[in-house]
C-alpha cells in the first residue's frame, strides 16, 4: 500500500472570543458577522437540549414528523437566502450552491416517511424451544445529545445530513460548524424555530476549543473531516466512551473499462472532479483507464474540461477553493506531478492572485510516485493513469490508505458489479459518480482511514443515534425460576440436562450433513 503524508489543513485555531468577520474567499468582501461561542457555555447549552430533548421524545415518530416537515417547507422557500449566503461565505458557483437545500429536503422526506417503521420496536423469536415462555422485544431509545461537528465544503447540506436523522429519531443536535463557514448554520437554527419546533437544535461557534467542549458534552458526535482530525474526535471520545461516526477523507478511484461508453465516462469523470472545485469527500481523485480507449478518454477529458467557466456566483460552473492554504495544497501537488514528469494538459498553475481559484487541470503520464496520486488534494484536478489490465485497475485502485468510494464504467453492468466487489470502500457506483450520496435508503460509510460507522441512509441512518434496549417478558410463569436456588439439585441437574440437549439438537443435525 502506498504510504502518504498526514493530509494538509489550515492552520489550527483553538480560541475564537468576541465577534468574528467572515470573508468571501472569491473576492474578499465580508460575508457577515458571527459571534464566537464561549467554550465554558457549551455544558450549559447542552443541559438545555438534554431537558428540552424529553419532551422531543415523548411527541413520538409522527408528532416529530409533522415538525421535520414544517422545516422542510421553511427550507424550500427560503431557498434563494440560503444559496446567497453559501455563496458569499464559500465563494461557491450558483451551480454548486444549487445542490445542497434540495439534498435536505430529500433527507426530510424520506425520514418523515419511514422513522416511524424504523423505530418501532420489534419482536424477536425465541432462540430455542425452551425460551418461547418469554416475549422478547428490541427497543431503539434516542441518546440525549448528539454533536454534530461540521466542515466547511458544504456547509449547510453536511451541517443537518445526519443531524436530521439524529433529530427524527428524537434526540436533541448540538451543532459545531467549521469556523470558515459559521453563517449558514445561524440560518438554519433560525427555520427550526421559525417552524415552530422545539429548542432541541442549537448551534455553537468556535474552533478547536468548542468542538471539544460539544465532544465532551454530547452523547455521540458526528464528525466530518480529515482523517488526521477525526483521530483527534475519536480518542477525545473515548475518555468518556463516547461512540462516534467519522466521515472522513477520500481519494476516490475510477476504473474505465475497454469496453465503456467514452463520452459518458468522460463526462462523469469531468463533473466528478471539478464539482464544488474538487471539494467533496467522494470526488473523483483518481482515474485508471485501460490503454486501448485511453487516448480517446484522455481527448474528451480534456474536450469537456474547456468548457468550464470558473468563477463564483452565476453562470460559472464552479467556484473558489475555501482559502489559501487548501490552494497550496492543490499547488503543491501539481508542481510535484509536474517535476516528477507528468503532464498537464489543461491548468496546471494558478491563472489569478484575486480569489482563491485554481483551473481544471487534467494530467497524465502520471503514477503511484506522485502525491496527486496517493494524498487527498481536495482541488480541481483529475489525474489520469493507463493501464494494462483491469487486475491493474483494481490492484491501483485499492493500493491507498482511503476507502470511501469508487466508480467502474463498462457497458457490461454485471462485469461492473464484480469489479465494484473487489473494490475495499463503503460505495462504488457503477457508469456513474457521487450519486450514492443521493440513496437515502442506504447507509454511506468509510473502508480504513475513510472513517468509522455510516451516514445517514436507511433504518441505519436513524438507529445509529439510537441505545438498543432489550425488554424480556414472561407469556406465562410456567417454568420461570427453573435455575434459581431455591430449587433442588435434582432440579437444576434436570433442567440442565434439558437445556443442553435441546441446544445441541441443531448442531447435531448441522454436523451429520
Known sequence: MTAIKPPETAPSITEFSGTGTIHNPATGAVAGQVEWTDPADVPAIAAGLRAAQREWEQRGPDGRGKVLARFAIWLADHRDEIESLLIAETGKSAVDAAQEVPMLIMILSYYIRTSAKALAPEKRPAALPFMAIKKVSVHYRPRPVVGVIAPWNYPVANALMDGIGALAAGCAVLLKPSERTPLTAEVLRRGWLESGAPDVFAVVQGARAVSEAVIDNSDYVQFTGSCATGSKVMERAARRLTPVSLELGGKDPMIVLEDADVDLAAHAAVWGAMFNAGQTCVSVERVYVLDSIYDQFVDAVVRDVQKLQ?????????????????????????????????????????????????????????????????????????????????????????????????????????????????????????????????????????????????????????????????VVAPRTNVGAGGNFYHNSLKALKRTNKMMTKLALARPRRVAKK
Open 310 to 470: 470558473v468563477g463564483a456566483g452565476a453562470g460559472n460552473t464552479f467556484g473558489a477553493l475555501i482559502d489559501e492554504e487548501q490552494l497550496a495544497v492543490t499547488e503543491r501537488h501539481v508542481r510535484e506531478a509536474l517535476a516528477a514528469g507528468a503532464k498537464a494538459l489543461t491548468g496546471g498553475q494558478r491563472t489569478t492572485t484575486s480569489g482563491s481559484f485554481y483551473p481544471p487541470t487534467v494530467l497524465v503520464d502520471v503514477d503511484h510516485s506522485m502525491s496527486c496520486m496517493t494524498e487527498e488534494t481536495f482541488g480541481p484536478t483529475l489525474p489520469i493513469m493507463k493501464v494494462a489490465s483491469v487486475d491493474e485497475a483494481i490492484r491501483l485502485a485499492n493500493d491507498s490508505p482511503y476507502g470511501l468510494s469508487a466508480s467502474v464504467f463498462s457497458k457490461d453492468v454485471e462485469r461492473a458489479k464484480e469489479i465494484a466487489l473487489q473494490l475495499d470502500c463503503g460505495a462504488v457506483n457503477i457508469n456513474d459518480v457521487i450519486t450514492n450520496l443521493m440513496c437515502t435508503t442506504a447507509p454511506m460509510g468509510g473502508w480504513k482511514t475513510s472513517g468509522i460507522g455510516a451516514r445517514f441512509g436507511g433504518a441505519d441512518g436513524l438507529r445509529k443515534f439510537c441505545r438498543v434496549e432489550t
